[in-house]
């Protein structure tokens, strides 16, 4: 497995003038040897085209792509020894299951006993042991991509494996079983994995760290905990999460906080930052309080939905929609009703110009 290192940008078309003309704008990025990323973002920011960059299906407009130090910007796909796994299965009818597992093994001329361990191992990982002998054709469009998925992982030799959004066509039961999975095969066998797509839950599941992306930028790498806890920027702020951050904006002159009109009592501790902002706060972390607790603001409920796992409160501060999860044991206000909600805590984040400030 290899380290990456990407120092580009890409234009599909000629001479880019705007920022619009780029699929990906000027980016420094590198993944590293043994890790597991994903590629989050929404349709048309650029996932792909990074994907294809880096498995060189794709040669970038601009700067390089470097292996282990090792400028690759000109090697062909199969120079650069990677594994892809793309949205449907590419696995091929007339051959058994192990035929099928075996294949990019033989392709590179590796011995019979090691071919055997290796599809041995990876139809265990992947529950397709009992099927080896089966006719791939006969198989469900399920058991098809958990073959490609196999095809992928079976070579131990590659520089990366990369995954092109590979659980589309799985059923949703199956899908949560082979993130895991996956997660799973990844800690056993130490493989560099990038993994793109624009399900939030399937990035958190999967990913150490996670890239993600907006119109061709990228706007943050890191944890799951670090995206959830402190998003970089307004947009992941927005994008993470289910539903994601309140924003909200705020005039912060001293320790005096003011919002829509109405003034917060300040932070406990901590020095807030000055000026115009954007206050940020998950709903996880608001809380609906008695009328004058620090940091709080009046709110009218819009809507009081039981989610399973808590109740999803809906609210309106003027022209600002708030949104708080409060635990289901908790009796919750009323539509209709005013109450208060806290957004000050120490997981509240400031933001300006949709950058975090603190
Ligand atoms: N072959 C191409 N020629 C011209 N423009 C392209 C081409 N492929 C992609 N684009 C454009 O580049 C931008 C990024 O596309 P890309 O497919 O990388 O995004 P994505 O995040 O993978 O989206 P999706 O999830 O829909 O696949 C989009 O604006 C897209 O329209």
Redesign the pocket.
């Known amino acids: 497995m290899a380290r990456i290192d990407l120092d580009l940008a890409h234009a ?2 000629p001479n880019p003038r705007s920022d619009d003309d780029y ?1 990906l704008l000027p980016l420094r990025m590198t993944f590293e040897d043994s890790g597991a990323y994903a590629l989050l ?10 994907l294809n960059i880096i498995s060189g299906l794709i040669a970038p407009s601009e700067g390089t792509v470097k292996f282990d130090g090792v400028d690759r910007t000109a090697d062909t796909p199969q120079e650069r020894n990677i594994a892809q796994v793309f949205q449907f299965p590419v696995i091929y009818d007339t051959m058994t299951v192990g035929e099928n597992l075996a294949f990019p093994l033989k392709n590179r001329k590796a011995r019979p006993e090691q071919i055997r361990a290796r599809v041995g191992q990876i139809a265990e990982m992947l529950e397709l042991s009992g099927q080896l002998d089966r006719r791939a054709a006969g198989l469900s469009a399920d058991a098809k991509q958990k073959i490609s998925l196999g095809r992928g992982l079976v070579r131990p030799d590659v520089s990366a494996i990369l995954f092109d ?1 590979p659980l589309t066509v799985i059923d949703p039961q199956l899908k949560w079983q082979l993130r895991r999975k996956l997660k799973e095969i990844h800690k056993e066998l130490k493989l560099t994995l990038i993994y ?1 797509t ?1 399900d939030q839950v399937e990035a958190l599941t999967f990913a150490e760290r996670i890239m993600v ?1 907006s119109r ?1 930028r990228v706007v943050q790498v890191g944890s799951p905990q670090d995206l959830f806890e402190r998003p970089a920027h307004t947009f992941v702020g927005h994008f993470i999460g289910s539903p994601g951050m309140n924003f909200l904006p705020v005039s912060i002159d001293g320790d005096a906080v003011t919002a829509a009109g109405h003034r917060l009592a300040g932070l406990a501790d901590g020095v807030l930052p000055q000026g115009e902002l954007k206050l940020g706060i998950r709903p996880e972390y608001t809380r609906v309080t008695g009328k004058g607790d620090a940091g709080s603001v009046p709110v009218v409920v819009e809507k009081v939905q039981n989610i399973g796992v808590c109740h999803l409160l809906t609210m309106r501060l003027g022209e600002h929609v708030l949104r708080a999860r409060i635990g289901l044991e908790q009796t919750p206000p009323q539509p209709g009703e005013t109450t208060h909600l806290a957004l000050l805590s120490p997981q509240t984040c400031f933001y300006r110009d949709e950058e975090l400030v603190q």
């Open positions: 599909y078309g699929a973002g929404p349709s048309g920011c650029g996932k792909t085209t990074m959004e793109v624009h992306m061709g």
